[in-house]
């Protein structure tokens, strides 16, 4: 004798939300799962500039409206944020320490690791998630290749160049999560 019948299979699946419709060849059940919500979307944002992380916070929330943004002005912060979890999306600049004037020194301990850096670490921990590198240091010869590098192969790095506009951001995000809500 069977446990159960499907008579109380039925009635088990229709109580968990499945939607259930026998199948007319052979008499099976066949279980479609009812749409179940999706996590909200998770952006990590490391850059030294807090107005720049408003800005950019603000036109993604315009466009995604159910996302959360993690943001950080030190990149050592960035990081361990990072080890903890991971996002659908990182973005970073490159200079997270560029203060004119500054030792090294004196620039991480207040900003801790720069764009590079965090980009070496995700390379090495073989991240699957993208990598949006948001920098007005792109415009100088060297430096989006030097960043390419420290990416490796496997890294899924994008740059867009500061100053940028709304419509450049989300032609990026979109590359990833599809074009959003429209505002």
């Known amino acids: 004798a069977m446990p159960w019948t499907i008579h109380a299979i039925t009635n088990t699946l229709e109580a968990a939300g499945l939607n259930i419709a026998p199948h007319a060849a052979e008499g099976r059940v066949a279980v479609e799962l009812a749409p179940r919500k999706t996590r909200p979307l998770r952006i990590v944002h490391v850059d030294d500039e807090g107005w720049l992380l408003e800005i ?62 965090l980009i070496s670490h995700l390379a090495r921990r073989d991240v699957k998630y993208p990598v949006l590198v948001l920098s007005g240091s792109l415009a100088k010869e060297g430096y989006e290749g030097r960043a390419r590098e420290y990416a490796g192969p496997n890294l899924n790095v994008s740059f867009l160049q500061k100053p940028f506009t709304p419509e450049q951001l989300y032609a990026e995000l979109s590359k990833h999560f599809g074009p959003g809500d429209e505002p």
């Open 56 to 117: 950019a916070s603000q036109l993604i929330r315009k466009r995604y409206k159910d996302v959360i943004i993690d943001t950080f002005q030190n990149g050592d912060k960035g990081w361990k944020e990072l080890s903890r979890a991971d996002p659908d999306l990182v973005i970073t600049d490159l200079l997270n320490n560029n203060v004119p004037g500054r030792t090294p020194e004196a620039a991480r301990s207040s900003y801790g690791m720069t764009g590079y850096q």
